[in-house]
């Protein structure tokens, strides 16, 4: 029986699995030393919990358990990885290099960093979402230091190719972080093949708790320094002081343990829902995909719909099912997705863009119910789009 409201926003974030949540409830309770107190149990317990989670983080994205770096979230670990590499490395160079379509945390932070002396490149997308990579080779200088793009674009779920852009960044030794928040979990995520120096992710993208996240730094080839951005006791390497939240390590560690085991098949499944999604809704005349659809994440749709108002649009596909028209983290804003407009779409149609998140809880029987309603809703706002 279908249970209302069906939610379709997971690329804002997930519920927390029950397995995840199993793993984390003793340690509110029964085990809840800090992992800092090594003179008795209670905090040899809690150690032991962050060194299992960092092992289980590691082994999904095939790093070492002594390159992960425990936050709060993404957005910190992308102001530690920014601000950090441009404070240690800043002497040698100033100049960035990011993409107009980043989430906002890395915009915001590059644009923090300008005010601090940084200059920063922001490459254009093509109309699919994806970058030029002789446009990237073109900007590079001899004092870039860093190139931050993302792997999966948290609205339209496109991917760039970290692969050849790790190849470019090694050649000319210029540092690569990828903030990889919404693909970690969901794709084969592999630091030691992409090159890749630096990268973020978070538990409430695949399963795990809010307030709780990664970042990784590589300790070889080249050993990657970062100034910490928040002092006071010098935990995790010195990187980022403050008590560890063990029961959202914990978490993060059993979501990562959970994924490394069902991403293939999950993957699967979900792509197959969304794929029947699409095929049924772009069967009407006005609705269309936005990005490029060979590479993306199998369980992202971005559907454009001419010809009506997208406000009303969303307020009554709402009712019954929770979807969103872009980022969780600039939905209060009335503007377009700026990540729509970087792909040249204009603004009536950016505004009249949902986006679509299916997850590991979404059923074929909520596929349909969405399906049939969104057919319906679409057909009634087309008739009489006033």
């Given amino acids: 029986m279908l249970k209302f409201p069906i939610y379709l926003d997971n690329n804002a974030t997930t519920a927390v699995d029950p397995e995840v949540l199993q793993e984390m409830l003793p340690y509110f309770s029964t085990h809840y030393g800090n992992s800092a107190s090594r003179t008795h149990s209670f905090g040899w317990y809690a150690e032991e919990a962050v060194k299992r989670a960092r092992e289980q983080v590691a082994q999904l994205i095939n790093a070492e358990p002594a390159e992960i770096v425990f936050t709060s979230g993404a957005t910190e670990s992308v102001n530690l990885a920014m601000k950090g590499v441009f404070e240690v490395y800043g002497a040698a160079g100033k100049h960035i290099i990011t993409c107009s379509t980043e989430h906002k945390a890395v915009l915001d932070t590059g644009r923090h960093l300008e005010k601090l002396g940084a200059d920063v490149t922001y490459l254009p997308v093509n109309k699919d979402g994806t970058i030029d990579l002789n446009v990237l080779e073109s900007a590079i200088r001899p004092d870039t230091v860093l190139i931050s793009i993302m792997l999966a674009n948290n609205e339209t779920g496109v991917l760039q190719p970290a692969k050849r852009i790790g190849a470019i960044a090694k050649a000319r030794d210029i540092l690569f972080f990828t903030d990889a928040t919404q693909a970690v979990g969901k794709i084969p995520v592999d630091v030691q093949q992409d090159q890749i120096d630096l990268?973020?992710?978070?538990?409430?993208?695949?399963?795990?708790?809010?307030?709780?996240?990664?970042?990784?730094?590589?300790?070889?080839?080249?050993?990657?320094?970062?100034?910490?951005?928040?002092?006071?006791?010098?935990?995790?390497?010195?990187?980022?002081?403050?008590?560890?939240?063990?029961?959202?390590?914990?978490?993060?560690?059993?979501?990562?343990?959970?994924?490394?085991?069902?991403?293939?098949?999950?993957?699967?499944?979900?792509?197959?829902?969304?794929?029947?999604?699409?095929?049924?809704?772009?069967?009407?005349?006005?609705?269309?995909?936005?990005?490029?659809?060979?590479?993306?994440?199998?369980?992202?749709?971005?559907?454009?719909?001419?010809?009506?108002?997208?406000?009303?649009?969303?307020?009554?596909?709402?009712?019954?099912?929770?979807?969103?028209?872009?980022?969780?983290?600039?939905?209060?804003?009335?503007?377009?997705?700026?990540?729509?407009?970087?792909?040249?779409?204009?603004?009536?149609?950016?505004?009249?863009?949902?986006?679509?998140?299916?997850?590991?809880?979404?059923?074929?029987?909520?596929?349909?119910?969405?399906?049939?309603?969104?057919?319906?809703?679409n057909q009634k706002l087309t008739d009489s789009p006033t």
């Fill in 199 to 377: 990268l973020c992710l978070s538990a409430h993208k695949i399963y795990g708790p809010k307030g709780v996240g990664a970042l990784y730094v590589r300790r070889k080839n080249p050993r990657v320094k970062l100034a910490a951005q928040i002092d006071g006791g010098g935990h995790e390497n010195g990187m980022r002081s403050g008590t560890l939240n063990i029961p959202g390590i914990v978490g993060l560690g059993k979501a990562c343990a959970i994924a490394s085991q069902q991403m293939h098949d999950e993957t699967r499944r979900i792509g197959s829902l969304r794929d029947q999604l699409e095929k049924e809704l772009t069967t009407m005349h006005n609705i269309t995909i936005n990005g490029n659809i060979e590479h993306r994440l199998p369980n992202v749709s971005n559907l454009a719909f001419s010809g009506i108002s997208g406000n009303t649009l969303l307020t009554e596909i709402n009712r019954t099912i929770a979807v969103s028209s872009g980022s969780a983290c600039t939905s209060a804003k009335p503007e377009p997705s700026h990540v729509l407009r970087s792909m040249g779409l204009p603004d009536g149609i950016a505004k009249n863009s949902i986006r679509f998140g299916l997850g590991r809880f979404t059923s074929w029987e909520e596929m349909e119910y969405t399906i049939n309603t969104v057919k319906t809703i």
